[in-house]
């Protein structure tokens, strides 16, 4: 048999991961909960660490896919869905956002309204389960289960024995349930609330659950495994500012010193941390310490968190890195291959058009020194062109903020282009809502940096050149001609013939064998290079005075490229065959000849060459 030769290497993420699941695991303080006597079945030794990052990155160790009943952990989700049904302020009306100090079974309502005084602590979850819409219990249950079922990516159910169990003994949750019914914050029977929300504890899920879930919320509430969005972007910042002052009870203010992540653990043993922007973290050991949090979770959450640098306020700064590259003109060229004159012209005058890469999440802190850096552009830039192509997101405010010096530049004369903006709708959407109907004016977008930058060059050598009579042999003006005499153009004439395509029409294909070289004496021509997905790259556009087709003549090779007439063209061409005859009749005029195209193969290298190095 023929075995496979792979190579693996151990991430050292996992290493860590391992190494730590071995440190924790002789640590046996704390107790399983027994208040809920199906709980205290659990396996003490359980210990299972997972971590998944923003972008979908997935490390594990230990019982990570060992289930267990999520508890309290269940409730910044459940929040998260009373927000999205009835609105923040609804909610705030009926469920404050102050840590109480309080254990979690503590009946801390506000003396004058009655409100709980945070959604994390047992009174104001089952308020908060009191918000999810939804006709009858049942429904409101699934809508609870399914929105559980987007965080983690996987089906969630109950387990029966653990809400049976709980429901058998909870009557000081009851209790609480009715002192809320009293205040009129739940309305109606408060007793089904009540089993909703031991039935929300009692789902069941893994590390791997809760570390997806965390992660999901670390990304604006996409879950980076599945691609679904598991709750409205605007109220993550609500469920982790919950979670950060009081997901941990009476130990969160230490909790948010030392770890500095927002987090929620559950009497089951879980814990799930949230570094936004960044990771979820899922950690699920049954001992708990005094305060009902998992002693070896908090363990675990505190030295990846020292280890990895993870603490939510020991940020460093966000560095210049989101412009990726700037470049003129003058610079970086586009793939248009251009006369000799209209070289010269872009080398002098192409400083008056600045080329921004840009890259990154654009947010304020990343967007302002791209404002910064715009507002400074040199007064001769006539054309700025924003390349979105490496941004992977930008908020309302960096959209504001583009808008604001769009404007700014419109009214100075200068042309601003946006280019691969089809990634980032939002920017479309707010410059419409801000421009109205000047924004197809205002808003040039082009599909890439190459269009944008040739619109640009175009725009520059209609300013600074003078147009150009058509071309004809004889007139000395194709560049693959120069330094013939007068004579020796009389003589070339005889072996080109003059041929005309109409605009769209294509001139070669493909695959088609080499035959002419084509000197182009009026329009344009574009060359595509065909991809594997039907569609084609735009590689170069040639127009009156310059040469194509010289390649595939000299070696020979079929052409790899469709060149078609982008307007109204003309060419004289010379064919393989006459190019042999010429070589036999005037071996020197054909030299002479291949000299030029020599010449014009080397300058097109030396531009390629200089692109790439300024790539590098
Ligand atoms: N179902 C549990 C209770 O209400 C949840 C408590 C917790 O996990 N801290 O007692």
Same mark, same amino acid.
């Given at each position: 048999?023929?075995? @496979?030769?792979?190579?693996?290497? @151990?991430?050292?993420?996992?290493?860590?991961?391992?190494?730590?699941?071995?440190?924790?695991?002789?640590?046996?303080?704390?107790?399983?909960?027994?208040?809920?006597?199906?709980?205290?079945?659990?396996? &003490?030794? /359980?210990?299972?660490?997972?971590?998944?990052?923003?972008?979908?990155?997935?490390?594990?160790?230990?019982?990570?896919?060992?289930?267990?009943?999520?508890?309290?952990?269940?409730? $910044?989700?459940?929040?998260?869905?009373?927000?999205?049904?009835?609105?923040?302020?609804?909610?705030?009306?009926?469920?404050?956002? @102050?840590?109480?100090?309080?254990?979690?079974?503590?009946?801390?309502?506000?003396?004058?309204?009655?409100?709980?005084?945070?959604?994390?602590?047992?009174? !104001?979850?089952?308020?908060?389960?009191?918000?999810?819409?939804?006709?009858?219990?049942?429904?409101?249950?699934?809508?609870?289960?399914?929105?559980?079922?987007?965080?983690?990516?996987?089906?969630?159910?109950?387990?029966?024995?653990?809400?049976?169990? %709980?429901?058998?003994?909870?009557?000081?949750?009851?209790?609480? #349930?009715?002192?809320?019914?009293?205040?009129?914050?739940?309305?109606?029977?408060?007793? &089904?609330?009540?089993?909703?929300?031991?039935?929300?504890?009692?789902?069941?899920?893994?590390?791997?659950?809760?570390?997806?879930?965390?992660?999901?919320?670390?990304?604006?509430?996409?879950?980076?495994?599945?691609?679904?969005?598991?709750?409205?972007? %605007?109220?993550? %910042?609500?469920?982790?500012?919950?979670?950060?002052?009081?997901?941990?009870?009476?130990?969160?203010?230490?909790?948010?010193?030392?770890?500095?992540?927002?987090?929620?653990?559950?009497?089951?043993?879980?814990? +799930?941390?949230?570094?936004?922007?960044?990771?979820?973290?899922?950690?699920?050991?049954?001992?708990?310490?005094?305060?009902?949090?998992?002693?070896?979770?908090?363990? +675990?959450?505190?030295?990846?968190?020292?280890? /990895?640098?993870?603490?939510?306020?020991?940020?460093?700064?966000?560095?210049?890195?989101?412009?990726?590259?700037?470049?003129?003109?003058?610079?970086?060229?586009?793939?248009?291959?251009?006369?000799?004159?209209?070289?010269?012209?872009?080398?002098?005058?192409?400083?008056?058009?600045?080329?921004?890469?840009?890259?990154?999440?654009?947010?304020?802190?990343?967007?302002?020194?791209?404002?910064?850096?715009?507002?400074?552009?040199?007064?001769?830039?006539?054309?700025?062109?924003?390349?979105?192509?490496?941004?992977?997101?930008?908020?309302?405010?960096?959209?504001?903020?583009?808008?604001?010096?769009?404007?700014?530049?419109?009214?100075?004369?200068?042309?601003?282009?946006?280019? +691969?903006?089809?990634?980032?709708?939002?920017?479309?959407?707010?410059?419409?809502?801000?421009?109205?109907?000047?924004?197809?004016?205002?808003?040039?977008?082009?599909?890439?940096?190459?269009?944008?930058?040739? /619109?640009?060059?175009?725009?520059?050598?209609?300013?600074?050149?003078?147009?150009?009579?058509?071309?004809?042999?004889?007139?000395?003006?194709? @560049?693959?001609?120069?330094?013939?005499?007068?004579?020796?153009?009389?003589?070339?004439?005889?072996?080109?013939?003059?041929?005309? /395509?109409?605009?769209? %029409?294509?001139?070669?294909?493909?695959?088609?064998?080499?035959?002419?070289?084509?000197?182009?004496?009026?329009?344009?021509?574009?060359?595509?290079?065909?991809?594997?997905?039907?569609?084609?790259?735009?590689?170069?556009?040639?127009?009156?005075?310059?040469?194509?087709?010289?390649?595939?003549?000299?070696?020979?090779?079929?052409?790899?490229?469709?060149?078609?007439?982008?307007?109204?063209? +003309?060419?004289?061409?010379? #064919?393989?065959?006459?190019?042999?005859?010429? !070589?036999?009749?005037? $071996?020197?005029?054909?030299?002479?000849?291949?000299?030029?195209?020599?010449? #014009?193969?080397?300058?097109?290298?030396?531009?390629?060459?200089?692109?790439?190095?300024?790539?590098?």
């Amino acid at each position: 048999m023929n075995e @496979e030769k792979t190579t693996s290497f @151990e991430s050292p993420i996992h290493a860590r991961l391992q190494a730590l699941h071995r440190e924790l695991s002789g640590i046996s303080e704390g107790d399983v909960a027994t208040y809920i006597p199906e709980l205290a079945k659990a396996n &003490p030794d /359980w210990l299972g660490i997972c971590v998944v990052t923003a972008n979908g990155g997935i490390y594990e160790a230990g019982d990570t896919r060992q289930t267990f009943t999520i508890q309290s952990i269940s409730k $910044p989700f459940v929040y998260g869905l009373a927000l999205e049904d009835q609105g923040r302020e609804s909610v705030l009306r009926k469920v404050g956002v @102050e840590p109480t100090g309080d254990a979690f079974n503590s009946i801390s309502l506000d003396p004058d309204t009655g409100c709980p005084r945070n959604p994390m602590i047992n009174a !104001g979850a089952i308020a908060t389960t009191g918000l999810v819409e939804g006709k009858t219990p049942l429904i409101r249950l699934q809508r609870i289960i399914d929105m559980f079922g987007k965080y983690s990516g996987r089906t969630m159910t109950v387990d029966e024995a653990v809400y049976r169990s %709980e429901s058998a003994t909870g009557h000081r949750n009851r209790a609480i #349930s009715y002192m809320l019914r009293n205040f009129d914050i739940l309305t109606g029977d408060p007793m &089904p609330v009540a089993e909703t929300y031991f039935q929300q504890c009692a789902i069941l899920g893994h590390c791997l659950d809760l570390a997806t879930m965390a992660a999901t919320l670390a990304n604006r509430g996409l879950n980076p495994i599945t691609g679904q969005q598991a709750i409205r972007g %605007e109220y993550v %910042e609500s469920v982790l500012g919950i979670m950060g002052t009081c997901g941990m009870y009476d130990y969160a203010g230490q909790w948010l010193y030392e770890v500095g992540m927002p987090a929620k653990s559950g009497v089951a043993g879980g814990i +799930a941390a949230v570094l936004p922007g960044q990771l979820g973290i899922g950690v699920f050991s049954p001992r708990l310490d005094k305060h009902g949090n998992s002693v070896r979770g908090i363990r +675990a959450c505190s030295e990846l968190s020292r280890d /990895w640098d993870l603490h939510l306020f020991n940020r460093a700064g966000v560095g210049n890195s989101m412009i990726r590259h700037r470049f003129t003109a003058a610079e970086y060229g586009s793939s248009r291959v251009r006369a000799a004159r209209e070289r010269v012209a872009i080398g002098k005058h192409g400083n008056s058009v600045v080329q921004y890469q840009l890259q990154g999440n654009l947010v304020f802190a990343t967007a302002e020194p791209i404002i910064r850096e715009l507002t400074a552009v040199p007064a001769e830039v006539e054309s700025i062109i924003l390349d979105f192509h490496y941004v992977h997101s930008m908020n309302e405010t960096a959209c504001r903020l583009f808008h604001d010096i769009l404007l700014q530049f419109h009214s100075a004369g200068r042309n601003v282009l946006f280019c +691969a903006v089809n990634s980032i709708p939002h920017l479309r959407r707010v410059l419409k809502t801000k421009l109205g109907n000047r924004c197809d004016e205002l808003f040039r977008v082009f599909e890439d940096n190459d269009t944008a930058l040739q /619109w640009c060059e175009d725009h520059l050598l209609e300013r600074v050149l003078p147009p150009l009579p058509e071309m004809s042999i004889g007139a000395d003006n194709y @560049e693959l001609l120069n330094g013939f005499s007068s004579d020796e153009l009389v003589i070339l004439r005889k072996f080109f013939e003059r041929r005309e /395509w109409k605009a769209g %029409e294509t001139i070669c294909n493909a695959g088609d064998a080499a035959r002419e070289i084509y000197l182009l004496a009026r329009g344009r021509v574009s060359v595509h290079y065909p991809l594997e997905n039907g569609r084609s790259k735009r590689l170069a556009v040639f127009t009156a005075g310059m040469a194509f087709g010289e390649m595939a003549v000299l070696d020979r090779a079929p052409h790899y490229t469709n060149i078609v007439a982008d307007i109204h063209t +003309a060419c004289d061409l010379i #064919s393989m065959a006459k190019l042999i005859a010429l !070589g036999i009749s005037y $071996p020197k005029i054909k030299i002479r000849l291949l000299e030029n195209l020599a010449l #014009s193969l080397c300058s097109k290298l030396r531009k390629a060459n200089q692109e790439a190095s300024l790539l590098a």
